[in-house]
């Protein structure tokens, strides 16, 4: 099982936030790890296999307020640092983590392809940020392009959206999948 952990905030920082909260997911189970961080020069992102540990030696020194932070369990590919999360759009201007299971993203990846993408990974969390970073050319704004790349994704899912250029947003959604919201000081 996968687990999906944010953090947005002004005094504290991100990093201790999102690693607590991905090793009290550990009992989930899980075969790699990520976390992105979005800071003044933009999203730095870190992603180890195995368990949070290595994750946790990997990061060590990110700083900022706001973050997503993700354990996986493959689907789709293998366990590596490629298919670990989070997830980048070709330009690095969003990254995602995701919970579940995108079952038409062959075709939807067979799309961007032929608009010129190219993909990393075998997942369909790449495949679903490529579409949102499509959608928003078109889109007003990126809560527009979100929902509709949401829209065509069929399948069950929870998932967390970062934009380089948004600091201390974090968009999220669900489709037949849990997703907890906090809120404290």
């Given amino acids: 099982m996968c687990g999906i952990v944010g953090y947005v905030g002004t005094k504290r920082q991100a990093y201790p936030i999102l690693i ?10 899980y075969d790699s790890a990520g976390l992105a961080l979005l800071a ?16 946790q030696t990997a990061a060590s020194g990110c700083s900022a307020h706001t973050g997503i932070a993700h354990t996986r369990w493959a689907t789709h590919g293998g366990p590596s640092d ?8 070709e330009n690095g201007d969003f990254v995602i983590v995701h919970n579940g299971i995108i079952e038409n993203y062959q075709e939807i990846k067979a799309e961007l392809t032929g608009k010129g993408y190219t993909f990393s990974s075998e997942t369909d969390t790449e ?11 078109t889109a007003p704004d990126l809560l527009h392009a979100f929902a509709t790349a949401l829209r065509e ?18 968009y999220a959604a669900r489709m037949s999948a849990p997703l907890i919201f906090g809120q404290g000081t």
């Fill in 20 to 29: 607590k909260g991905l090793k009290r997911l550990e009992y989930r189970g």
């Fill in 40 to 55: 003044a020069g933009g999203i730095e992102r870190v992603r180890a296999v195995g368990r949070v540990a290595e994750l």
């Fill in 82 to 89: 490629i298919n670990a999360h989070p997830h980048s759009d």
């Fill in 127 to 137: 495949v679903l940020v490529n579409l949102v970073a499509e959608r928003r050319k």
């Fill in 153 to 170: 994704a069929h399948g069950a899912y929870a998932v967390c959206l970062m934009d380089k250029d948004e600091p201390g947003v974090i």
